[in-house]
């Protein structure tokens, strides 16, 4: 079985520095990664997604980038935060190929002060 | 497509009841359907899914039914307890690779 180790739980960060958020995978090789973002109260929007080491895909215009330098790491970043950066993120992993449930990871609670 | 702009709708039920959540699916073709709950300040968690090939799939407590002719999927809670209180979404593959498209979230709300 497949399990999601993401960090910190929580972090405070003050508007316009930088961002790294790093998720790791164990369990499972060469897994599908995903990135997503929650607000207060609202529904998954995917963010990223990467089907291998350096492949990423955006899925929204926004202020933030995703790199997968390892099979098993997926790294989360912005330059500059932003205010509307603030939110819920979590990562996520499923094997690769169709019909597959993700496993998600314990999320980090970004605020931006 | 993704609800991630919309207040979640709320199912209040009393302890011991039955509960059932709706979710309505767009993509006739989607052939595999995920349930998944989210309790506060956690990521989501697999609860059960159902291939197309079948119309009803039974877990403990859960039952997940797929009625393919009006593209609606249900989950059904028995005897609802004070820890199934939490968000739960509905997931289907998109039309392509391994993506899934959530729906906007249900909260139930279990009154003792």
């Known amino acids: 079985s497949q399990t999601i180790h993401q960090w910190p739980a929580t972090l405070v960060q003050p508007v316009g520095s930088p961002l790294s958020l790093e998720c790791t995978v164990e369990?499972?090789?060469?897994?599908?990664l995903y990135w997503y973002r929650q607000a207060a109260g609202r529904g998954l929007q995917l963010l990223f997604y990467?089907?291998?080491?350096?492949?990423i895909s955006s899925e929204v215009p926004q202020n933030l980038s995703a790199s997968r330098p390892q099979d098993r790491q997926f790294i989360l970043s912005s330059k500059k935060l932003l205010l509307s950066d603030s939110g819920f993120y979590l990562c996520?992993?499923?094997?690769?190929?169709?019909?597959?449930?993700?496993?998600f990871g314990s999320g980090t609670r970004l605020t931006i002060v | 497509g993704e609800s991630v702009g919309l207040h979640l709708p709320t199912l209040s039920v009393q302890e011991g009841d039955n509960s059932i959540i709706n979710c309505a699916y767009s993509?006739?073709?989607?052939?595999?359907f995920i349930w998944y709950k989210q309790e506060s300040g956690k990521g989501p968690q697999f609860i059960i899914d159902?291939?197309?090939?079948?119309d009803k799939r039974q877990g403990q407590r859960v039952t997940v039914l797929l009625n393919k002719t009006v593209k609606h999927l249900s989950l059904q809670i028995a005897a609802t307890q004070p820890g199934d209180s939490a968000v739960y979404f509905c997931?289907?593959?998109?039309?392509?690779?391994?993506?899934?498209?959530f729906g906007g979230g249900t909260r139930v709300l279990v009154k003792p």
């Open positions: 996520a992993g499923s094997p690769q190929g169709r019909n597959y449930g993700y496993t």
């Open positions: 369990g499972t090789s060469n897994p599908n």
């Open positions: 990467s089907v291998g080491i350096g492949q």
């Open positions: 993509n006739s073709a989607s052939d595999y």
């Open positions: 159902i291939r197309s090939n079948m």
């Open positions: 997931a289907e593959p998109k039309a392509a690779g391994n993506k899934l498209t």
